[in-house]
């Protein structure tokens, strides 16, 4: 018995750390796509940020924010399942180790409310604060971040690559042929900027406003291409 309980505190002690390490990986996620956002509307805005002021991974993040949307997106679904599963057999183990005395449906039911109340904690306490820090504060949350978000790039991409490929074909023809680059970070910030005094923004004025993001990442020949009329 005695060597039984050392093995349910084991496992309850590896959800716990697994719990906490996602916890904190799904904020830094929601840190990031704030703190981008931020610093890329930022700089359309008042162009109070510099690409000086960031350098390595973290400029890498900040000026590659269609790719870093996907991987962020993933990124949080990964954390929050690794959560959802770590904190399910946490509660299972805590109830292993008192002797409950429930039934087995009943150890599961109060395993999922563990779970339901920890991703609830997870977002209240974790993630609303973090996306508020990373947009009040996005130049030195992207530095911190910086790191730790280029390693999710570069571990979450092959997933993204074949979750595309699969998608692309698993989707109708109509859908393959839309114009896909749709920059959620960008879209994000424009339409929280500002909204305690803003207008509401008009499809058109959307569209201007992700067409201005994009001339960030165009160099003087492109636009040189865009205004030479052909001889």
Same mark, same amino acid.
């Given at each position: ?7 349910i505190?084991?496992? %309850? ?7 906490? *390490?996602?916890?904190?990986g ?5 840190? !990031? ?6 610093f890329?509307? @930022?700089?359309l ?6 690409k000086?002021?960031? @350098?390595?991974?973290?400029? *890498?993040?900040?000026?590659? @924010?269609?790719? !870093?949307?996907?991987i962020?997106?993933l ?8 959560? /959802?599963?770590?904190? *399910? ?6 109830? $292993?180790?008192?002797?409950?005395g429930? @039934?087995r ?8 409310a563990?779970?339901?109340?920890? %991703?609830l ?5 974790? $993630? ?10 996005? /130049?030195?949350?992207?530095?911190? &971040?910086?790191?730790? !978000?280029?390693?999710?790039? #570069? *571990? ?14 698993a989707?109708?023809?109509? &859908? ?10 960008? #879209?994000?910030? !424009? ?6 005094? /803003? ?11 992700k067409?201005?993001?994009?001339l960030?990442? &165009? $160099?003087?020949?492109d #636009?040189? %291409?865009?205004y030479?009329?052909?001889s």
């Amino acid at each position: 018995r005695r060597q039984r309980q050392m093995c349910i505190r084991d496992r %309850l002690i590896i959800c716990l750390l697994a719990a906490a *390490f996602a916890a904190a990986g799904g904020a830094a996620g929601a840190a !990031m796509a704030l703190a981008i956002a931020s610093f890329r509307f @930022s700089n359309l805005k008042k162009n109070a940020q510099k690409k000086s002021e960031l @350098s390595g991974a973290a400029k *890498f993040c900040a000026y590659n @924010s269609e790719k !870093m949307a996907s991987i962020i997106s993933l990124e949080r679904r990964f954390f929050f399942a690794l959560e /959802a599963f770590s904190a *399910f057999f946490a509660a299972t183990a805590v109830a $292993d180790m008192v002797d409950s005395g429930l @039934s087995r449906g009943g150890e599961i039911t109060a395993a999922l409310a563990a779970t339901a109340a920890a %991703l609830l904690l997870q977002y209240a306490c974790l $993630d609303i604060p973090a996306a508020k820090i990373g947009r009040n504060m996005p /130049a030195q949350t992207i530095s911190k &971040l910086g790191g730790f !978000m280029y390693a999710a790039f #570069v *571990f979450f991409a092959p997933f993204d690559i074949i979750a595309r490929i699969i998608a692309k074909k698993a989707m109708p023809r109509k &859908l393959r042929d839309m114009e896909s680059g749709f920059d959620y970070i960008d #879209v994000e910030m !424009m339409l929280r900027a500002d909204e305690n005094d /803003a207008e509401a923004i008009t499809p058109y004025t959307g569209k201007i406003v992700k067409n201005a993001f994009k001339l960030q990442e &165009l $160099d003087v020949s492109d #636009v040189c %291409l865009l205004y030479t009329s052909p001889s």
